[in-house]
């Protein structure tokens, strides 16, 4: 079973920074990708950025690129949302997840199959 638990959430001002971390433990089996997902209130989920677990082959939400990085370290068991220059558009509720099929796009919330419980940035402008 795979467990994934987000920290680094809060509230920031426009322009601001924060970094969101998942820890990941348990089997991961074949999962293909890494990803970080957001929902606000009334919204359907989406994608936000996800990479492979084998590295490489990041991808992005037009929304966010150039501003957000998604990393994980060598050991595989941490993976990183660094967001910059935050707007007050980027509040909602952030989920870490893992899944994917090898050739899956990687920014379909149905491609995942474990997900963390999620860590709330609020963005104040």
């Known amino acids: 079973q795979v467990q994934l638990v987000e920290s680094g959430g809060g509230s920031v001002q426009a322009g601001g920074s924060l970094r969101l971390s998942c820890i990941v433990s348990?089997?991961?089996?074949?999962?293909?990708?890494r990803g970080w997902f957001r929902q606000a209130p009334g919204k359907e989920r989406e994608g936000v950025a996800a990479?492979?677990?084998?590295?490489?082959?990041?991808s992005y939400a037009d929304s966010v690129k150039g501003r957000f990085t998604i990393s994980q370290d060598n050991g595989k068991n941490m993976v990183y949302l660094q967001m910059h220059s935050l707007k007050p558009e980027d509040t909602a509720m952030y989920y870490c997840?893992?899944?994917?099929?090898?050739?899956?796009?990687?920014?379909?919330?149905?491609?995942?199959?474990?997900w963390g419980q999620g860590t709330q940035v609020t963005v104040s402008s």
């Open positions: 997840a893992v899944g994917g099929r090898p050739w899956a796009p990687p920014l379909f919330p149905s491609e995942y199959n474990s």
């Open positions: 348990g089997y991961t089996g074949s999962s293909s990708f």
């Open positions: 990479m492979r677990t084998s590295g490489g082959d990041t």
